[in-house]
Each structure stands twice: as structure tokens, then as C-alpha cells.
């Protein structure tokens, strides 16, 4: 059976992509802070589908969730869902400046790690796949998270046409998906009110998951899952930046 690597893999687009693969008959490698969490995620998917379970309990913000992380994409993975990441509870400047680093290097530094550390794996045997798990919010002025999520299109892109020029590159494919407002409990945890976002604009997160997949079969390199996202991003490129700094750097921003 395939494997597949997924972070984040016991909350939202991380466990709809945990019981989706599961069900496609891959076995599991589910990666999250929370031992406890991530051990009745193992049990349900595994018992539900009849799939191998392994658990990883790792802090990709830390030193040694990061090389725990790197080893096991090393050993060889078919598809990696890099997907860990979280939102700020505030703006810039009203934020701690160690919570700012701690998301570059979940959203940076370890999608970048474990990118390099599944590839040669992955082009030696002439196939896997990897998702790198962006937002909208890539194409649009969110701060700290916007930005962080930028770099995670630019890199894809970029890693995407690079394996595509080497030997075994052609059986391998690499997408950043860039999903918008997911009904998960993201914005909870991050202290966000999110009563004033339109309902037109909520996506489901297992649409999003079969979205992407579709999207990955497809040999594309950016994913944007739902019509209306795609309108968006399309209208973005169209419209003077500062006014699309002003729009959306305040939907979905109010804290509680």
C-alpha cells in the first residue's frame, strides 16, 4: 500500500485529508502536537479502513519536532501533505514577535525540511506527490500569515519546476493548495470573529481535500478549490493593490 506523510493531521484540512486517503487505501503517517488527539485519530482510521497507523507526536516549531519530522519523510513516503500552520490572534506589532518567528517556521522552514528531506525518495523512485498546504490568503494582504503564506506558492512553483528538468522528475508532482475561509476550528484557536463572513464565502473542508486531489492528478501547481475563490484570486490581480490591501486585509479580522 502507498504511505502519506500528513502534518497537522488531527484537526480540519489535516484530518479531512487523514480520513480521505485512509479511505483510497493509503497507509498513514499522522503527524500533531497532541499525543492524546493523535492516538484516537490512528485508532478510528485504522479500525474504520482497515489501513496501517503510525503516529508521529511533533512541535514542528521545535529543533527536534522538525528533525523527528525530516527523518521519517526521509525513510520514504508516496505522498506528503505538508499542512501544519495556525493563525494569529492579532495584527502586526500586536503580536509577540516569538509567535511571528514560530509561524515562519511552521509555515516556512518545515514545509521547506521535509519537501528536501521526501524528493530524493521520491525521484529515485520515479513517483510521489506532495501538497503544500497555502491559503488565498497568498494572493491577497494579510500580514504575517499572508506572507508566510506567499512564500509557501513561490516555493512550491519554484521546487515544482525544478524536478520537472531532473531524471525521475516526470512521475512526481508538487502543489501548493490555496484554499480560503474552511470551516475548521482554525479561527477558534485563533481568537478570531468570524461572524461576519459571508456564508458564500465558507468551503467544506472535505470538498477541499477532493478538490485538491483532483487538482494534483490533474498536474497542477497551484490549487485554488471553490468557483468563488477563483473569481477572487482572478480579481485580485486585476485590481489596485492598495484597495485590495484595504479589502482584505480586513475581512475576517475582528478578535475576540
Same mark, same amino acid.
Request: charged share 25%; glycine share 12%; net charge positive.
Given at each position: 500500500?502507498?504511505? #502519506?506523510?500528513?502534518?497537522?493531521?488531527?484537526?480540519?484540512?489535516?484530518?479531512?485529508?487523514?480520513?480521505?486517503?485512509?479511505?483510497?487505501?493509503?497507509?498513514?503517517?499522522?503527524?500533531? !502536537?497532541?499525543?492524546?488527539?493523535?492516538? /484516537?485519530?490512528? /485508532?478510528?482510521?485504522?479500525?474504520? +479502513?482497515?489501513? $496501517?497507523?503510525?503516529?508521529?507526536?511533533?512541535?514542528?516549531? *521545535?529543533?527536534?519536532?522538525?528533525?523527528?519530522?525530516?527523518?521519517?519523510?526521509?525513510?520514504?513516503?508516496?505522498?506528503?501533505?505538508?499542512?501544519?500552520?495556525?493563525?494569529?490572534?492579532?495584527r502586526?506589532?500586536?503580536?509577540?514577535?516569538? &509567535?511571528?518567528?514560530?509561524?515562519? /517556521?511552521?509555515?516556512?522552514?518545515?514545509?521547506? !525540511?521535509?519537501?528536501h528531506?521526501?524528493?530524493?525518495?521520491?525521484?529515485? $523512485?520515479? %513517483?510521489g506527490?506532495?501538497? &503544500?498546504?497555502?491559503?488565498?490568503? #497568498?494572493?491577497?494582504?494579510?500580514?504575517? +500569515?499572508? #506572507? *508566510?503564506?506567499?512564500?509557501?506558492? *513561490?516555493?512550491?512553483?519554484?521546487?515544482?519546476?525544478?524536478?520537472?528538468? $531532473?531524471?525521475?522528475?516526470?512521475?512526481?508532482?508538487?502543489?501548493?493548495?490555496?484554499?480560503?475561509?474552511?470551516?475548521?476550528?482554525f479561527?477558534?484557536?485563533?481568537?478570531?470573529?468570524?461572524?461576519?463572513?459571508?456564508?458564500?464565502?465558507?468551503?467544506?473542508?472535505?470538498?477541499?481535500?477532493? #478538490?485538491a486531489?483532483?487538482?494534483?492528478? %490533474?498536474?497542477?501547481?497551484?490549487?485554488?478549490?471553490?468557483?468563488?475563490?477563483?473569481?477572487?484570486?482572478?480579481? *485580485?490581480?486585476?485590481?489596485?493593490?492598495?484597495?485590495?490591501? %484595504?479589502?482584505?486585509? /480586513?475581512?475576517? %479580522? $475582528? +478578535?475576540?
Open positions: 500500500m502507498p504511505t #502519506a506523510l500528513i502534518t497537522g493531521a488531527t484537526a480540519g484540512i489535516g484530518a479531512a485529508f487523514a480520513r480521505r486517503l485512509a479511505s483510497d487505501g493509503f497507509d498513514l503517517v499522522l503527524l500533531a !502536537r497532541d499525543a492524546e488527539r493523535l492516538e /484516537r485519530t490512528a /485508532r478510528e482510521l485504522g479500525g474504520a +479502513y482497515g489501513v $496501517r497507523t503510525e503516529v508521529l507526536v511533533a512541535d514542528l516549531a *521545535s529543533d527536534e519536532g522538525l528533525d523527528a519530522a525530516e527523518r521519517r519523510a526521509r525513510d520514504g513516503v508516496d505522498l506528503l501533505v505538508n499542512n501544519a500552520g495556525f493563525g494569529h490572534g492579532g502586526f506589532l500586536d503580536v509577540p514577535l516569538e &509567535n511571528e518567528l514560530r509561524m515562519l /517556521r511552521v509555515h516556512c522552514e518545515a514545509v521547506l !525540511r521535509l519537501t528531506a521526501a524528493l530524493p525518495g521520491m525521484l529515485e $523512485r520515479g %513517483r506527490e506532495i501538497i &503544500n498546504v497555502s491559503s488565498t490568503a #497568498a494572493f491577497l494582504v494579510r500580514g504575517t +500569515y499572508g #506572507a *508566510s503564506k506567499a512564500w509557501v506558492v *513561490s516555493f512550491t512553483r519554484g521546487v515544482a519546476e525544478d524536478i520537472a528538468m $531532473r531524471d525521475g522528475g516526470r512521475g512526481v508532482r508538487v502543489m501548493a493548495l490555496c484554499p480560503g475561509f474552511v470551516r475548521t476550528e479561527h477558534q484557536r485563533a481568537g478570531m470573529n468570524m461572524s461576519g463572513v459571508p456564508d458564500a464565502l465558507w468551503l467544506d473542508k472535505d470538498k477541499v481535500v477532493d #478538490a486531489l483532483r487538482d494534483l492528478r %490533474r498536474g497542477l501547481r497551484v490549487s485554488v478549490p471553490g468557483a468563488q475563490y477563483k473569481a477572487l484570486v482572478g480579481l *485580485s490581480r486585476l485590481l489596485p493593490t492598495s484597495l485590495v490591501g %484595504r479589502v482584505s486585509s /480586513r475581512t475576517g %479580522r $475582528r +478578535y475576540d
